[in-house]
């Protein structure tokens, strides 16, 4: 949180580009009164002034929309993800760029042990057995146990360390794929594709971007094997979705859980149609403490700029 008495700075105007939950919507509209893409599209002068935008890490802030804004002294997203943000030009153009890591690391850990267990035991076709009426026919199939398993992390970073806290307790094994060995109890690999031919469940928790992209590939999903698990609540680009689909479709993976997609929101996709998968709408966050915490930093974040000339949590490289 900024130390500065934040009704004494003051702002230029700020832009919103996306959509926020609510409360964090209103949280926006006390402070900053936020202008949106037809306000400055319609008023030159209004545009000039513009010093801020404020977004969320699913939205596309592009070049071009960075150059029409004479102004702009820094971009502050409400999440950890800032792949969709061109960061090496706005530095080259003095622009900060801020984020709100940590605050959401919980949530994504917890989602990610909800998006495992639903997998593992089929909570989504048990739900559909019992509102079907199927149960008065007989028992349900056998699910699988998540202890004693194997779990891979591709990218032990923040969320990856909390996802492998979530999981000690069901008394797995957890090893690691990173770019570096880092000092952790657990075992690292130096290859993704390797991780995956040790790991029994393999998830996806590795920043977005170009360095990451299609990080699973088929090679990757082929050395999981036929009993292998995939989980992604990374980036959608992360996974080779068509890769992953084929995957799927001829048994070379027993299922996954996704929680984001290469295209989103997902329409009409052969994933739909697949009962080996469990499919989340991009909700690592989305609970209402988290989602209010983050929008909370990111307004910290601007007042703290215009007022000491610095974000609490700049982004300080083009990935974590």
């Known amino acids: 949180m900024s130390d500065c008495n934040d009704s004494?700075?003051?702002?230029?105007?700020?832009?919103?580009?996306?959509?926020f939950p609510a409360n964090a919507h209103a949280l926006l509209q006390a402070r900053f009164a936020p202008v949106s893409l037809a306000d400055i599209d319609h008023d030159?002068?209004?545009r000039e002034r513009v010093g801020a935008i404020v977004t969320r890490s699913n939205y596309d802030i592009d070049t071009a929309l960075i150059e029409r804004l004479p102004a702009l002294k820094i971009i502050s997203t409400s999440g950890v993800g800032f792949d969709r943000i061109p960061v090496g030009f706005a530095r080259e153009r003095g622009i900060?760029?801020?984020?709100t890591p940590?605050?959401?690391?919980?949530?994504?850990?917890?989602?990610t042990v909800g998006l495992l267990l639903a997998l593992l035991r089929q909570l989504p076709r048990a739900d559909r057995f019992v509102?079907?009426?199927?149960?008065?026919?007989?028992?349900f199939a056998l699910g699988s146990s998540l202890a004693g398993k194997r779990v891979g992390i591709v990218g032990m970073g923040r969320i990856g360390k909390e996802i492998a806290c979530r999981l000690a307790p069901f008394d797995v094994e957890v090893a690691y794929y990173g770019r570096t060995k880092q000092?952790?109890?657990?075992?690292w690999f130096a290859h993704a594709t390797d991780l995956a031919r040790w790991s029994d469940i393999l998830i996806a928790a590795c920043p977005g971007g170009s360095e990451t992209r299609h990080l699973v590939n088929a090679a990757v999903l082929d050395a999981l094997g036929a009993r292998g698990l995939l989980v992604n609540i990374a980036r959608?680009?992360?996974v080779d979705e068509g890769a992953l689909i084929e995957a799927l479709e001829r048994n070379a993976i027993a299922g996954a859980a996704l929680d984001v997609f290469e295209d989103e929101p997902l329409e009409a996709s052969p994933l739909c149609a697949l009962d080996n998968v469990v499919l989340s709408p991009h909700i690592g966050s989305a609970t209402h403490e988290t989602r209010m915490a983050m929008a909370q930093l990111t307004v910290d974040n601007i007042v703290s700029f215009f007022s000491t000339g610095k974000a609490i949590t700049p982004v300080l490289?083009?990935?974590p």
């Open 8 to 19: 004494d700075v003051k702002l230029p105007p700020v832009l919103r580009i996306g959509e």
């Open 44 to 46: 030159d002068a209004l």
């Open 96 to 99: 900060v760029v801020a984020n």
């Open 236 to 238: 959608g680009s992360v």
């Open 183 to 187: 000092a952790l109890p657990y075992e």
């Open 102 to 111: 940590d605050l959401l690391n919980a949530a994504v850990a917890e989602l």
């Open 317 to 319: 490289a083009t990935a």
């Open 131 to 139: 509102r079907s009426g199927a149960w008065s026919g007989g028992a």
